[in-house]
């Protein structure tokens, strides 16, 4: 795979409308960013209104919060996360908020289903050292299903190594329990671990 398979690939995402042809969503926006050679790559549920603006995943409060945790696993700045991590997501199009306002929509069956190939050949053609899945439906995706405390803190496999992160939206509870603060410490210092082996072998 090359760089050029990358880049195929990403335009032919960009256009993909095949949700809203299934009547999923109204509105195609695929959402995602990355480049040729990321040693990492971040994996979430599904884009939010503000992604739907910006076209840039992690772009609204969740994100800030995601930039703080990546300072915190040892990136120099949100800029050097983004440029070695090419992020993208289970489902690639806003899904659209719920009936109450309260929050989005759960990325339905059928949109993760559509979008599976894009994952699949991101996987394919750029061999992360590192996959962080985040949130519970994007860690399912990858290891299974099982409690986030069975799997935040812990680390998985060789190639990619898999780090399960919580999702960062202010929405979730899970972290308001101080033992599942120290399970994301742990996350982290894995990921602070894998990008220091990395910084070494760019020396």
């Not at 195929?8 to 695929?30: F, K, L, M, T």
């Not at 719920?98 to 190939?117: E, I, M, Q, S, Y």
């Not at 894995?190 to 910084?199: S, W």
Request: hydrophobic residues 40%; charged residues 25%.
């Amino acid at each position: 795979m090359s760089q050029a398979s990358l880049r195929a690939h990403q335009a032919a995402c960009r256009a993909c409308r095949a949700c809203v042809d299934d009547g999923i969503i109204p509105e195609a926006n695929p959402t995602f960013e990355g480049e040729w050679g990321a040693p990492f790559l971040l994996v979430g549920q599904a884009p939010g209104p503000s992604e739907r603006e910006s076209r840039r995943p992690f772009s609204g409060r969740a994100g800030k919060e995601l930039d703080r945790w990546m300072l915190r696993a040892g990136f120099d700045s949100p800029e050097e996360f983004r440029r070695l991590t090419y992020i993208a997501a289970l489902m690639r199009c806003f899904p659209g908020r719920n009936a109450a306002g309260t929050g989005d929509l759960r990325p339905p069956p059928a949109a993760v289903a559509n979008c599976a190939h894009w994952l699949d050949a991101e996987l394919r053609i750029l061999k992360p050292r590192v996959l962080i899945p985040v949130g519970q439906m994007a860690i399912n995706r990858f290891l299974g299903a099982a409690p986030l405390e069975h799997r935040i803190g812990n680390r998985f496999g060789d190639r990619p190594v898999i780090v399960p992160l919580p999702h960062p939206s202010g929405q979730s509870r899970w972290l308001n329990e101080p033992a599942n603060r120290e399970r994301l410490g742990a996350a982290l210092a894995h990921i602070a671990d894998l990008r220091a082996n990395r910084t070494q072998e760019l020396a």
